[in-house]
């Protein structure tokens, strides 16, 4: 059973980097039949995808937080990682990390339980 | 970028009874690369129905989705106690995935 894990700081202060990382255990991350994503929800608010990445290192961002996040792969760890920068309250939220079968499903199929990450002085 | 508006925002209703949710796209979601999560209070989404139409491992019949193009539905028939829930619709047919603002599924 493929399992996801987030694990990084639960506070950031404003203007730093938020650093987090998921490892994957139960499979390899460097199958080619997924992409790894992170997403985000704030308190009481929906889903935003943050962005993926193959296990080739190519990467994919959404354009609201392009100029800030970089997400990048371990793979001799199983793990992949996101680091946004240059946080403000506004990216305080719980962050996912999530899996897509990019070969039939195209959806995330797999989660990590989330880790809340609060930005604050 | 493609807008999901989830319809209604809040459905009321009664352990039995069927549930009807909808979904609906700015433009074409490409291939129908359309899903559907349940939400539970402090839990990750869970997969329901991928494809437009397809269930997750594991999902009881009881969900089903339809739809294509712009227009995505997901019925739950005979609702349970365990389907009250948040539900999110999210299309991967174009970048930037993006997911729809919601649906609360509510005991009345």
Redesign the interface.
Known sequence: QVQLHESGPGLVKPSQTLSLTCTVSGGSISSGSYSW?WIRQPAGK????IG?IYTSGNT?????LKSRVTISVDTSKNQFSLKLSSVTAADTAVY?C?R?DIVG?????Y????TLVTVSS | EIVLTQSPGTLSLSPGERATLSCRASQSVSNNYLAWYQQKPGQAPSLLIYGASSRATGIPDRFSGSGSGTDFTLTINRLEPEDFAVYYCQQYGSSPVTFGQGTKVEIK
């Open positions: 994503s929906g889903l935003e995808w993926h994919n961002y959404n354009p609201s996912y999530a897509t499903v195209w959806a995330f199929d989660w990590g339980q989330g």
